[in-house]
């Protein structure tokens, strides 16, 4: 009698290759279901007795997909490659005390990397994927999740992944001391002109609209000045084109002196104008005496001398050439 062993059957006494492998207890019991012995754990068919070789679901924690390795039908813990069939050839990841296998993100220390395992068959994922909601990027070799900027030559464009979260980032973003604009629906990062004509595009799309910017621009948690809109609408153009944080660093105040001294502060402030500038004045109103700057618009074309701006005066929007005295300050879109 077979005691404390494993006995392979055979199906035909003629065919030493096809059968199954079994495992008789100490008392001679054929063992059924899930056995720990020799180090680790293994699975019995209930009704056979059959060892598992593979990849298998069982019902202990709650139901879990697990390996049992092909030959010697041990289960398997932490990174494996699969590679016994079609269907399972890749790496997988079984958790390190239960063996169950991920389906999810998981950080492989002795790899010092990040990982995806698909969640239906787990195997572990390359390329882009759109995972709860948002973009990721697995490397082809590794499957390291990507952090930072990266090219995706799929796409021919350069995008950012949050070096934390992995995430790619969309709309604007200020990231290691950089002002960056990335696409709202494909991540692709503008350049300096693409960021200056959203700007000035949505500048020139409310012309002679009266959109109710001191009203949105309280409403997201501004500062009015009761002295007239021209702030709050530059503010709105910014803010309606997602370009927030390149006014600024995402400040939010319809008083123009607030605006202006910050770039001032900076050194950004000039009588040169660029399309894409905000344009400063300091007109003789009563109210602006003790400030650098009562009035202020966007900067949408330069033909030589001739400076065309867009702002909210004498009760509309509208476009017309800058006053005299201007000065120009100018955001980071280039950094």
Known sequence: ?????????????????????VRFDENGNLVKGEDHRNGGWYYFDEETGAMAKGVKHISSNNGKWVYYDVVTGKMAHGEAHLNY????????????NTGKMAHDFVYLRQHDKWVYYDKITGKMQYGEHYINDGWYYMKPVTGALAKGRTWLDAGKKWVYYDKTSSRMIHGGAILDGHHYFFDPHTGAQYNKQQIIDRLTSQARALLNQHPDCPGVLAANGGLIRPFGPCMAFVWYIFHSAGLDIFLCDGAKTGWPHHNYDWYRSRGR???????????FWKFGDAWAHDYDASHAGVVVEVNGRNVIIIDAAYGDIGIRSAYNGANYAHPYYDE
């Open 269 to 279: 402030v000039s009588h040169t104008p660029h399309v894409g500038d905000i344009a």
């Open 1 to 21: 009698m077979a005691v404390s062993k494993d006995v392979f059957i055979s199906s035909s006494p003629n065919n030493r290759k096809d059968g199954i492998w």
């Open 85 to 96: 069939d079609k269907e399972h050839t890749g790496w997988y990841y079984f958790d390190q």
